[in-house]
């Protein structure tokens, strides 16, 4: 049973920075993809950011230059380091898993199956 679970949210001010954690277990395939995607209301989810086994990565527009995507193998935990925050960043963050490779396009995982909780992050002006 593969598990996702996600920390490491909260509310900041703009400009200030968060760390995401997601904590996976129960994955065992060999090739795989994890990444992070947000849900703001009124908004269709979209991805922010995917590292796949072969260390391909994909960030959106809106955040490159700002967020850092990494895997801790030997924790197997992802990360999302969330610097110069804005407040069109609030939004529900998830972790999702997928054995397929990164979507460059989208900054996603193909065929992403398995999803976290989520962790909110609120940023104010």
């Known amino acids: 049973q593969v598990q996702l679970v996600e920390s490491g949210g909260g509310s900041v001010q703009a400009g200030g920075s968060l760390r995401l954690s997601c904590a996976a277990s129960g994955y065992t395939y060999s090739r795989y993809c994890l990444g992070w995607f947000r849900h703001a209301p009124g908004n269709e989810r979209e991805g922010v950011a995917a590292?796949?086994?072969?260390?391909?990565?994909s960030y959106a527009d809106s955040v490159k230059g700002r967020f850092t995507i990494s895997l801790d193998n030997a924790k197997n935990t992802l990360y999302l380091q969330m610097n110069s925050l804005k407040p069109e960043d609030t939004a529900m963050y998830h972790c999702?898993?997928?054995?397929?490779?990164?979507?460059?396009?989208?900054?996603?995982?193909?065929?992403?199956?398995?999803w976290g909780q989520g962790t909110q992050v609120t940023v104010s002006s």
């Open positions: 999702a898993a997928s054995p397929g490779p990164v979507v460059v396009v989208t900054a996603t995982c193909r065929g992403a199956n398995y």
């Open positions: 590292i796949d086994s072969d260390g391909s990565t």
